[in-house]
């Protein structure tokens, strides 16, 4: 009687185990957030090669999240006179915020998604 219970259990234990949903190659997101001192023009040239821009990011205001493709992103920005281009490295499954501070650096957060 014993067996059958511990073979129950490790059966809804290894079950569990494969059940997970893990992200296997999603696409990593970007969410932009402009708490510089003025609009911000943003332009992303993302790795297939397609330019994404977003001509008026009002101070403080946020982006909704977006999808890229995997792989290196070259982000430029203008801020009144500052005009800046940084490259990124963008990766599977990991979302991204990405902050204009008020000095006009690029301040990046990143969460793996699960």
Not at 11 to 26: A, D, P
Request: contains cysteine; positive net charge.
């Amino acid at each position: 009687m014993n067996k059958i219970i511990s073979l129950l259990i490790y059966g809804f234990v290894f079950f569990l185990m494969l059940s997970c949903n893990k992200c296997k190659e999603g696409d990593p997101t970007i969410q932009i957030s402009n708490n510089g001192k003025g609009k911000a023009s943003i332009e992303i040239k993302d790795a297939s090669g397609q330019s994404h821009t977003i001509p008026y990011l009002s101070k403080d205001a946020i982006t909704k999240k977006e999808n890229y493709p995997k792989g290196n992103i070259n982000f430029s920005y203008q801020i009144g006179n500052t005009d800046t281009m940084e490259i990124i490295f963008l990766n599977y499954c990991t979302d991204y915020n990405i902050s204009i501070n008020s000095d006009h650096e690029l301040i990046i957060f990143s969460k793996k998604r699960k």
